[in-house]
T-cell receptor, first 116, second 115 residues
Framework: NAGVMQNPRHLVRRRGQEARLRCSPMKGHSHVYWYRQLPEEGLKFMVYLQKENIIDESGMPKERFSAEFPKEGPSILRIQQVVRGDSAAYFC??????????????FGPGTRLTVT | AQSVAQPEDQVNVAEGNPLTVKCTYSVSGNPYLFWYVQYPNRGLQFLLKYITGDNLVKGSYGFEAEFNKSQTSFHLKKPSALVSDSALYFCAVRLSSGGYNKLIFGAGTRLAVHP
């Protein structure tokens, strides 16, 4: 059973460009979470999605950031007009359907975004 | 507001000695508590969780953690440390109701085990 997959693993963008980060959850998992980790810091929650629905986006910046989890295909975290402060590691996690709070989240290897 | 505190940035332990990585939490309801480990340039790996029941929880790689409600703590322990345990450890809390399952992480504690 493949784990959570993220691509690309490393992404370099110039200021003003768009960054697209992809996440494929574990097989059978329908809950997806995105977290951001700044250097030497813990992970900060960004957004929680189920198929075709954003459940909680309380951690997402109001501008330039968006996320989706379509019926088919991976979840996408999109950052428009990137700035240097967006440089971070972005982790995706997934958990099974049902009483999600009881289940641990399984994390992908992360995408390290560098904005030059 | 819900929060998790890991008071030590780094813990140094000699191989073979017991180790403790501290975690305290602040939540308004019943907490679900988790420990994760992160190796360099890798994602987080799940170690163990407390949901309900026995306050002593056993997890992967010989780690265990004790839930203490009165002290609002969930310290990670291992009886005998290995050099390969050296990594970054994160404590996390999730609310048992509401909160939509998001994890709130501590800042992390770097464990260094010396031969």
């Amino acid at each position: 059973n493949a784990g959570v997959m993220q691509n690309p693993r490393h992404l370099v963008r110039r200021r003003g460009q768009e960054a697209r980060l992809r996440c494929s959850p574990m097989k059978g998992h329908s809950h997806v979470y995105w977290y951001r980790q700044l250097p030497e810091e813990g992970l900060k929650f960004m957004v929680y999605l189920q198929k075709e629905n954003i459940i909680d986006e309380s951690g997402m910046p109001k501008e330039r950031f968006s996320a989706e989890f379509p019926k088919e295909g991976p979840s996408i975290l999109r950052i428009q007009q990137v700035v240097r402060g967006d440089s971070a590691a972005y982790f995706c996690a997934s958990s099974p359907p049902g009483t999600g709070a009881l289940y641990e989240q399984y994390f992908g290897p992360g995408t390290r975004l560098t904005v030059t | 507001a819900q929060s998790v505190a890991q008071p030590e940035d780094q813990v140094n332990v000699a191989e073979g000695n017991p180790l403790t990585v501290k975690c305290t939490y602040s939540v308004s309801g019943n907490p679900y508590l988790f420990w994760y480990v992160q190796y360099p340039n890798r994602g987080l790996q799940f170690l163990l969780k407390y949901i309900t029941g026995d306050n002593l929880v056993k997890g992967s790689y010989g780690f265990e953690a004790e839930f203490n409600k009165s002290q609002t703590s969930f310290h990670l322990k291992k009886p005998s440390a290995l050099v390969s345990d050296s990594a970054l450890y994160f404590c996390a809390v999730r609310l048992s109701s509401g909160g939509y399952n998001k994890l709130i992480f501590g800042a992390g504690t770097r464990l260094a085990v010396h031969p």
